[in-house]
């Protein structure tokens, strides 16, 4: 479907990006703006925030302070410094596609807290597990996650004992499944594969022993030999050796595997094409993984070049989307503008905090209900409160362009007040969508 450039641009901003932020020029070459962020590395890397040993440490004094006088701990603390972090940087990047990736993947690799004891580490998760790997290889990624206390606390891994290794015979305690049922099911091959539960107590056997340790310095990963189950395992087929070079080798050999190609695939066209990924769509970007032993750049990459990716946006927003694009629109300086995190809380999507680890929802119907929709008119109608003094015009013209509605434009231009105007743009029909 042909579009044109002023569309397409809208479009790459939308789609792919957070949202045309205030009256920042807009791409004149949209493909070439979105893989130009794709180059060089992430300067969020080495911003603001916390380091997993930072969060380690806290993590360390919380349990070493007596119950009854953990009230003062900086746990949540530190979740807050670094959520109020992350988000500053989607309302301000100059590379959103790139910022769109890195939280594409940090909900695929979910890390809640719904488990307390994560809440000093997701910070340093996303910035040192996650970012470095956005443009690398989904092999070193999924490595980096597999070893990061965050989701090894987070999935009880740290608990999980080789019913046969000399701790377990000693304290008669056993698997915990929980990591690898994960690491099959969401993060690499999926159901689709055919993989058994036999296969999934094989693979937890595989990585008894992961663990970490808060005493090191710096506190980190640690392989325990003494609570890893000995002898060799097969997964899928596929037999691996004992010792943490087993874990790792599995590793390896999922992260490449066909199955996950096409799971990963199918992800991220429907996070950014549609709902119901078109068959050809999912088919060139798994190819592309296939192709290039998971190179994610090159599958990024692959997602601009989709036909599909340039029709009409359909995706209805996240709240964590709506959030950042509706504050990005206004541009309102710090000081002004609302809390986005309690904003994200408000309409249904909390920081950080999803139920499950299969993490947030990703189509219409997760987003779409009734009450969802008049929590966002009042929220929006809040924002506008404090953005009286822009011209709902500009605001428009400047967040959809082309992709407005001539109705809407016509009910802002025949609103009350500004208020009025601004609060029918951040809830109309064309700004849900993305």
């Not at 119950?67 to 992350?86: N, Y």
């Not at 296939?290 to 090159?298: I, P, V």
């Not at 509605?405 to 109309?428: K, M, N, V, W, Y």
Request: some cysteine.
């Amino acid at each position: 479907m042909y579009c044109d450039m002023d569309t397409r641009a809208a479009q790459a901003l939308i789609r792919f990006g957070l949202g045309r932020r205030g009256s920042e020029a807009a791409p004149s070459d949209p493909a070439g703006w979105l893989a130009g962020q794709l180059d060089g590395p992430d300067p969020a890397v080495s911003g603001p925030g916390h380091s997993t040993a930072d969060g380690l440490e806290a993590l360390r004094q919380f349990r070493d302070t007596p119950a009854d006088q953990r009230k003062g701990t900086p746990l949540r603390d530190i979740f807050r410094d670094d959520a109020e972090a992350a988000t500053n940087i989607m309302l301000t990047t100059d590379t959103p596609f790139r910022e769109r990736l890195v939280w594409f993947w940090a909900n695929h690799f979910t890390v809640s807290l719904r488990q307390n004891q994560t809440a000093p580490l997701i910070g340093g998760f996303v910035r040192e597990a996650i970012r470095p790997h956005v443009i690398g290889r989904f092999a070193d990624m999924l490595m980096a996650v597999m070893h990061h206390p965050a989701m090894l606390i987070y999935l009880d891994q740290a608990q999980s004992i080789g019913p046969d290794s000399p701790a377990g015979v000693r304290l008669k305690r056993g698997l915990n499944e929980n990591l690898a049922r994960e690491s099959l099911e969401l993060h690499t091959v999926s159901p689709a594969s055919g993989y058994s539960q036999a296969d999934v107590t094989s693979y937890a056997r595989i990585l008894t022993g992961w663990s970490i340790d808060l005493r090191a310095t710096p506190p980190g990963f640690r392989f325990r030999p003494q609570t890893h189950e000995p002898g060799s395992h097969a997964v899928m087929g596929q037999s691996f050796p004992q010792g943490q070079d087993g874990g790792v080798a599995a590793l390896t050999w999922l992260a490449d595997h066909p199955w996950t190609h096409r799971h990963l695939a199918t992800k991220l066209v429907r996070h950014f094409v549609a709902d119901d990924p078109p068959p050809a769509a999912v088919k060139r970007v798994e190819d592309v993984l296939a192709g290039s032993r998971g190179d994610l750049k090159a599958a990024a990459l692959e997602l601009i070049r989709l036909p599909e990716a340039w029709q009409p946006l359909a995706k209805l927003r996240t709240p964590q989307d709506y959030v950042i694009a509706a504050l990005r629109a206004v541009d309102l300086p710090a000081d002004r503008r609302p809390n986005p995190i309690g904003a994200m809380a408000g309409l249904g999507q909390p920081f950080a905090n999803a139920p499950l680890p299969n993490g947030w929802g990703d189509t219409a119907q997760d987003w779409g209900g009734s009450e969802t929709l008049l929590r966002r008119i009042d929220w929006a109608y809040a924002v506008s409160a404090r953005a009286q003094g822009l011209d709902p015009m500009d605001v428009a013209n400047a967040s959809l362009g082309p992709l407005l509605h001539a109705e809407t434009l016509d009910q802002i231009r025949r609103a009350g007040s500004r208020r009025d105007a601004l609060t029918l743009l951040l809830t109309s029909p064309e700004f849900q969508r993305r």
